[in-house]
C-alpha cells in the first residue's frame, strides 16, 4: 500500500468515526429531548410561581431546586424528589442562620457544610439528602449577606421541588413502559447471550468458553437492579400521572417478571457451573441437555415481547415447557452427577420463565411436570 493510499484510507477512517459519533449525539439528544423539555419547563414555572403566587421578589433557590429534582430524580422515586428538596431546604436554613451570625468566610463556609451534613445524617437522610444539604449550605453561604433570618429562600426550594413534581408526573411525564421495556431488554439480551454461548460450549467442551459465560451471569445484577427500578419508578409514575394510568398492566408484568427474573439469574449461574463441572469430569452430556439450552435460550429471547403483548405469550411458553422436557428425557441415557444439576437447574428455569409470563406456581408447576409426557 502507498503512502497516498494510507493516508486516503485513514482519512476515510476517520470520517466514518467522525460520522458515527455525530449519529450517536443525535440519537442521544433525541432520546434526551424530554427531558431538556422537562427542565426547561421547570425552571421557568418554579420562578413563575415562587414570583408570582408565593410573591418573592427574586426567588433565587425556586428554579434551581427543580432542575436538581427533574435532573437527579428522573426514573427515580417521588419520594426521592422529596427528600431531595428538604435537603436543599435544610441547607439554605442552616447556613443563612450561621451566616447572620458569623458573617462569611472560609471558616464559615466549613461550619455550615460540617452541620448541614451533621443534622441531614442525624434526621436519617441517605447520601443525596445528604450531599445536597451541603451543597445548599455552600451556595448560601457564599451570596450576598441577608439581613436577618428568613424562610423565604426555603420556601423558594420547596417550591421548585413541588412544581419538579408536578411537571414529572401531570405535565410531562416520562414513558414508564418505555424505560421498563429498555431495562428488560438489557437483562434478557444478556441472559439469552449466557444460555445461547453455553450450549456450543458444553458440546465443544470449551472450558474457557464456559467460564467467560459464568462471568457474564454474574455480571446481571446490576441490569436486573435496573430493571427492577424501572419497574417500580413506571408503576408509581402510573399511579399518580392520568397520561400514564392506562400502562399500569404493562408495568405490573414488568415488575412480576423482575422478581423471576431474579430467580432464573440464580438458575443460570448455578447451571453454568454444573456444565463446568461436567467439562472438568469429562462428564457424558446427552444431546437432549444441548437442545434443551437451546431452547431455554429461544424462550428467553421471546419474553421481552410477551412482556408487551400477552397475545404472544405462547412464543416463551413452548419453548420453556420444550426445555424442561427434553431436559427430564435426558436422564434416561445417563444419570451422573453434572447432567442432574444441569436438568434440575433447566426445569427451575424454565418455571420461573412460566411464572414470568404471569402463571401462578401451581399452573406453572403442572405445565413442567405434564411436559415429559407432552
Not at 451570625?101 to 434526621?123: D, E, F, R
Not at 445528604?130 to 451556595?139: M, R
Amino acid at each position: 500500500m502507498t503512502a497516498i493510499q494510507r493516508a486516503t484510507t485513514l482519512l476515510d477512517d476517520a470520517s466514518r468515526r467522525s460520522r458515527d459519533e455525530a449519529l450517536d449525539r443525535l440519537a442521544r439528544l433525541r432520546a434526551l429531548a424530554i427531558t431538556i423539555a422537562q427542565t426547561a419547563l421547570g425552571a421557568a414555572g418554579a420562578w413563575l410561581v415562587a414570583a408570582e403566587l408565593v410573591g418573592h421578589a427574586r426567588p433565587f433557590f425556586a428554579p434551581i431546586a427543580a432542575i436538581i429534582v427533574l435532573g437527579v430524580t428522573r426514573g427515580r422515586h417521588g419520594g426521592r424528589a422529596i427528600e431531595l428538596a428538604t435537603g436543599v431546604a435544610l441547607g439554605i436554613c442552616i447556613a443563612d442562620l450561621i451566616v447572620i451570625s458569623l458573617g462569611t468566610g472560609p471558616l464559615t463556609i466549613a461550619l455550615v457544610v460540617a452541620l448541614a451534613m451533621a443534622l441531614a445524617i442525624a434526621l436519617g437522610g441517605e447520601a443525596l439528602f445528604v450531599s445536597q444539604a451541603a451543597t445548599s449550605a455552600t451556595l448560601v453561604a457564599t451570596l450576598p449577606l441577608p439581613d436577618h433570618f428568613t424562610l423565604a429562600r426555603a420556601v423558594d426550594a420547596f417550591t421548585g421541588g413541588a412544581v419538579a413534581l408536578a411537571i414529572g408526573f401531570l405535565l410531562l411525564p416520562i414513558d414508564p413502559v418505555k424505560l421498563a421495556r429498555t431495562a428488560a431488554v438489557a437483562v434478557l439480551d444478556d441472559l439469552q447471550s449466557v444460555l445461547a454461548d453455553l450450549a456450543p460450549a458444553l458440546e465443544s467442551h470449551d472450558r474457557e468458553a464456559i467460564i467467560d459465560a459464568l462471568v457474564r451471569a454474574r455480571a446481571l445484577d446490576d441490569r436486573l437492579a435496573a430493571l427492577t427500578q424501572a419497574a417500580t419508578m413506571g408503576l408509581e409514575v402510573a399511579t399518580y400521572s392520568p397520561l400514564r394510568r392506562r400502562r399500569r398492566g404493562t408495568l405490573e408484568r414488568y415488575a412480576h417478571a423482575a422478581m423471576q427474573l431474579d430467580l432464573v439469574i440464580r438458575n443460570v449461574r448455578v447451571m453454568t457451573r454444573g456444565a463446568l463441572r461436567a467439562v472438568e469430569l469429562a462428564d457424558n452430556v446427552p444431546p437432549d441437555v444441548l437442545h434443551a439450552l437451546r431452547d431455554l435460550s429461544a424462550s428467553i429471547a421471546a419474553l421481552a415481547p410477551a412482556l408487551d403483548d400477552p397475545a404472544v405469550t405462547e412464543r416463551a411458553r413452548a419453548p420453556a415447557e420444550r426445555a424442561a422436557a427434553r431436559a427430564t428425557r435426558s436422564l434416561e441415557s445417563t444419570a451422573n452427577l453434572s447432567t442432574s444439576v444441569i436438568v434440575g437447574q433447566i426445569r427451575s428455569t424454565a418455571l420461573d420463565v412460566l411464572r414470568a409470563l404471569g402463571e401462578d406456581r401451581e399452573t406453572a408447576v403442572a405445565r413442567i411436570r405434564a411436559a415429559p409426557g407432552r
